[in-house]
């Protein structure tokens, strides 16, 4: 290594994206050293030109040109000296900028160390403590984020994640427990409890690698434990920064998760699909959101909608969910198409405010999660004309919801993981796995 930083010549060094310059004593002890190899390829040259004329030279010609022994002893401990000159300083500047390159994870340590000393038994925070508690908190996620950005190389590495998104997350956890939000408290459970499970894991991995430092690898991204761990974190708190933090999109969340729980009273298969993750699950799912919007184009999950088809709406004037004059003609025509067929089927005059959700509700969930195929099953008791006028939204629905998967699919990829986890229960966060560096 020593010998091609000295052939190289390069006076820098790259560590997780930030530029490291050597000494000027490490320089120059790389000059020096240039100097001394030059020196001896010149002593060989002439060592070489003496051999080769030996044979034509007299005795006393090849004794006054050829190298002495004393000569190349002494260029042998130039050479010697410059070498262990240089690569004593090259490797006290690398030390140091090893050293250096692991202050990310050093401070994050201390962050996390001030942000204990602040919290009671079993992480309570007591109340003279809490405005100090809420900036330590805010210290720790900002070195978080300074680390994944830097060491996060299996995902996108964001460093714009705030700590907004943990107090969020906390607030919903704290209002699940509250008896009126009973029924809806294991979806909000799943999505607040990780993003504060993926915190905790972090912090622990801090504790942990605070008695062993100097075995983290300066080049962050090579430390599995950290980088496994980032991964984990960054994933949950981009999913909290668009369904946790922002008020109108957890509510609509919350909302469709209840639909999809009756859904499963009404129509049993769809408990068998949610847990075995059946294929046909995923094409269940954006039928179910659609239908629930179009029951309600009112209610915040219009806000959900527009998220994933924003193409389909206009900007709101105050920055609200969107009105109903606000979307796309055709996002209309479904809405009042979807009136339409449930006036047939629950047999009420055109214009009619229908039930939310009334017979029609059900037929329109059972032919969602069974497809066109099992009619007696879903049809039963009802006039051709319905079944008909059900078949034609459907088909509608489905161009839809072709629509809401592919417009972008990375947002329904991720709101469809976010759906089945909380329909499944999730899996906690491990706050204490295995420890790697």
Same mark, same amino acid.
């Given at each position: 290594?020593?010998? @091609?930083?000295?052939?190289?010549?390069?006076?820098?060094?790259?560590?997780?994206?930030?530029?490291?310059?050597?000494?000027?004593?490490?320089?120059?002890?790389?000059?020096?050293?240039?100097?001394? +190899?030059?020196?001896?390829?010149?002593?060989?040259? %002439?060592?070489?030109?003496?051999?080769?004329?030996?044979?034509?030279?007299?005795? @006393?010609?090849?004794?006054? &040109?050829?190298?002495?022994?004393?000569?190349?002893?002494?260029?042998?401990?130039?050479?010697?000296?410059?070498?262990?000159?240089?690569?004593?300083?090259? $490797?006290?500047?690398?030390?140091?900028?090893?050293?250096?390159?692991?202050?990310?994870?050093?401070?994050?340590?201390?962050?996390?160390?001030?942000? %204990?000393?602040?919290?009671?038994?079993?992480?309570?925070?007591?109340? *003279?403590?809490?405005?100090?508690?809420?900036?330590? *908190?805010? &210290?720790?996620?900002?070195?978080?984020?300074?680390?994944?950005?830097?060491?996060?190389?299996?995902?996108?590495?964001?460093?714009?994640?705030?700590?907004?998104?943990?107090?969020?997350?906390?607030?919903? !956890?704290?209002?699940?427990?509250?008896?009126?939000?009973?029924?809806?408290?294991?979806?909000?459970?799943?999505?607040?409890?990780?993003?504060?499970?993926?915190?905790?894991?972090?912090? #622990?991995?801090?504790?942990?690698?605070?008695?062993?430092?100097? %075995?983290?690898?300066?080049?962050?991204?090579?430390?599995?434990?950290?980088?496994?761990?980032?991964?984990?974190?960054?994933?949950?708190? #981009? $999913?909290?920064?668009? /369904?946790?933090?922002?008020?109108?999109?957890? #509510?609509?969340?919350?909302?469709?998760?209840?639909?999809?729980?009756?859904?499963?009273?009404?129509?049993?298969?769809?408990?068998?699909?949610?847990?075995?993750?059946?294929?046909?699950? +995923?094409?269940?799912?954006?039928? $179910?959101?659609? !239908?629930?919007?179009?029951?309600?184009? &009112?209610?915040?999950?219009?806000?959900?909608?527009?998220?994933?088809?924003?193409?389909? +709406?206009?900007?709101?004037?105050?920055?609200?969910?969107?009105?109903?004059?606000?979307?796309?003609?055709?996002?209309?025509? !479904? $809405?009042?198409? /979807?009136? @339409?067929?449930?006036?047939?089927?629950?047999?009420?005059?055109?214009?009619?405010?229908?039930?939310?959700?009334?017979?029609?509700?059900?037929?329109?969930?059972?032919?969602?999660?069974?497809?066109?195929?099992?009619?007696?099953?879903?049809?039963?008791?009802?006039?051709?004309?319905?079944?008909?006028?059900?078949?034609?939204?459907?088909?509608?629905?489905?161009?839809?919801?072709?629509?809401?998967?592919?417009?972008?699919? #990375?947002?329904?990829?991720?709101?469809?993981?976010?759906?089945?986890?909380?329909?499944?229960?999730? &899996?906690?966060?491990?706050?204490?796995?295995?420890? @790697?560096?």
């Amino acid at each position: 290594d020593v010998m @091609e930083v000295r052939m190289d010549r390069h006076s820098s060094i790259w560590v997780n994206g930030e530029k490291y310059e050597l000494s000027s004593e490490a320089t120059a002890c790389a000059e020096r050293l240039q100097h001394a +190899f030059a020196e001896l390829g010149m002593f060989l040259e %002439r060592w070489v030109a003496a051999a080769r004329g030996e044979q034509q030279a007299s005795a @006393e010609a090849i004794s006054a &040109s050829h190298p002495s022994r004393t000569e190349l002893l002494s260029t042998l401990a130039v050479i010697d000296f410059a070498w262990a000159n240089f690569e004593h300083r090259y $490797i006290t500047d690398l030390i140091a900028v090893e050293n250096r390159a692991r202050q990310l994870v050093a401070r994050a340590v201390e962050a996390e160390e001030w942000l %204990r000393s602040l919290e009671g038994p079993r992480g309570v925070v007591p109340p *003279q403590n809490l405005s100090r508690h809420r900036e330590a *908190q805010r &210290s720790l996620v900002a070195c978080i984020s300074q680390l994944n950005a830097v060491a996060n190389c299996r995902r996108k590495g964001r460093d714009d994640l705030t700590d907004d998104i943990l107090e969020s997350a906390i607030v919903a !956890l704290k209002r699940s427990e509250l008896p009126e939000h009973a029924t809806t408290s294991s979806a909000a459970q799943v999505l607040a409890g990780d993003i504060v499970g993926a915190f905790g894991s972090i912090r #622990e991995y801090l504790r942990q690698v605070k008695l062993c430092l100097e %075995r983290v690898d300066p080049h962050l991204c090579n430390n599995n434990g950290l980088v496994s761990r980032l991964v984990d974190w960054e994933e949950s708190w #981009e $999913i909290g920064l668009r /369904y946790v933090q922002q008020a109108d999109m957890f #509510e609509a969340v919350i909302g469709v998760v209840s639909e999809f729980t009756a859904a499963q009273t009404m129509c049993p298969a769809l408990i068998t699909m949610c847990e075995d993750c059946d294929v046909e699950l +995923f094409l269940v799912l954006p039928r $179910i959101v659609l !239908l629930s919007f179009l029951s309600e184009p &009112s209610s915040k999950r219009t806000e959900l909608v527009k998220s994933l088809i924003p193409h389909r +709406f206009g900007a709101s004037e105050d920055g609200s969910v969107a009105s109903l004059a606000k979307m796309h003609p055709d996002l209309q025509t !479904l $809405i009042d198409h /979807y009136n @339409e067929t449930v006036c047939i089927v629950e047999n009420k005059p055109f214009g009619a405010s229908p039930a939310t959700k009334g017979v029609a509700w059900e037929v329109f969930v059972k032919r969602a999660v069974l497809g066109p195929g099992d009619s007696g099953d879903i049809y039963g008791g009802h006039s051709l004309q319905s079944q008909k006028a059900v078949e034609d939204l459907m088909r509608e629905v489905e161009r839809w919801s072709l629509e809401v998967q592919r417009h972008c699919p #990375e947002d329904w990829n991720q709101f469809s993981a976010v759906l089945v986890q909380c329909l499944t229960g999730g &899996s906690p966060k491990d706050a204490a796995p295995q420890f @790697e560096v």
